[in-house]
């Protein structure tokens, strides 16, 4: 049976399963409930040094129902999808809401907030699951890169290919389902004798053929491995900083976190009561737009059927939305933005410069080309990572730098924001290019 016509099959089946768990919860009397349903199939492909190290396939799914009476929640879940399995989730759910606190927040999301249409948004282009033309392409990624005889040897070289069906619906009468499918290829080598270095490179879609080639993975996996080579360390200082376009996004990754609805409610976020205040330079702006065609965080509506919508996050600088959930946007007197499941293709304004000119631009200091450990607090803002990248001078790469840290705090360093390069991620979630910091603080040795 063809992809196409199995997932056509699977969402029929699906959204007839999500009706009679639905059905089944109003006759246990329940006062509202949502069900969300997945099914997937896929393989996954790993070598190293060209041989075989991994080689999976699944086709599997399950289905999460919560009920809520007299505002109390009870939720639970089944991979077994037979009527009889749904009607035991359904009862343990029901039963489980019994034992529960009431909450005035609890429920699913507003009728008026649904989505009413369904857009295709050409997210499903499933590819055959071929394992041994898998291998061969992971073998030959690697054998790529193992041409060069700096490169000492291969850390693995991965390929995935899934696709399946999302249904979700609740007691409001609505239900909704859409296919997908995402790819992706990955190249990681090690280089040196002995200073040692490690990178990789990879590259995403939903249609396997947008995807980069196998030489071009190899390529950049091989000159970014080789441009590790040598790393030193810097004296402490303080300096302008670059975060290139890979780790760009991590940046504005905090200000997700800062502005979600869960760490709003509890007031565990230094952006409270930020609605309207400006965050960043005027010049800068987020654009969501959740309808992107083949975007991977293209939706027709979030994980509570919530109807997204194309909007600014921020707006000249100002922040224009929280992102919020059902439960958090009525814990905070406010309705739900769509968010429930995360963002929808974040676009960030660039300047109109490339890296080669924001690296002219910044003149003398850092390039972060890497990332490592997690101390970034949500709660004061303040922000100090371990890092590693270049040092440049006069706007030119001088020398691989590491065991650095970067630090400031995320107020300071929204409010910094110099300039961002035109060299955006497209195969991210955050589409930003390379972000220009007027000042950090750099530990070295």
Known sequence: MSPEKQVSQELSQLKQAVEFAIQEAKQLGADESEVSISKQTGICVATRDQEVETLEFNHDGALGIAVYTANCKGSASTSDLSPEAIKNAVKAAYDISKFTSADKAAGIAD??????????????????????????????????????????????????????????????????????????ISCMLIAGEKDMQRDYAYSVARDFSDLDSIEEIAAQATSKTLGRLGSRKISTCEV???????????????????????NLYRRSSFLLDSLGKKLFPSWLSIYEDPFVKKGLSSTPFDSEGVAPKVKHIIADGVLESYLLTTYAGRKLGMQSTGHAGGIHNWLVKNSGVNRAELLKQMGTGLLVTEMMGQGVNTVTGDYSRGAAGYWVENGEIAFPVHEITVASTLPEMFANVVAIADDFDKESAIQTGSILISSMKIAGS
């Open 111 to 184: 009728k008026e907030l649904l989505a009413t249409d369904i857009p295709d948004l050409d997210l499903f282009h499933p590819h055959p699951l071929e394992p041994d033309r898998f291998i061969e392409l992971a073998k030959k990624c690697e054998g790529l890169a193992l041409a060069n005889p700096k490169i000492k040897a291969s850390d693995g070289a991965n390929i995935n290919s899934h696709y399946g069906v999302k249904v979700f619906g609740n007691s409001h009468g609505f239900v909704g389902g859409y296919p997908t499918s995402r790819h992706s």
């Open 240 to 262: 302008p900083v670059v975060f290139d376009q890979e780790v760009a996004g991590s940046l504005f990754g905090h200000l997700i976190g800062a502005i979600s609805g869960g």
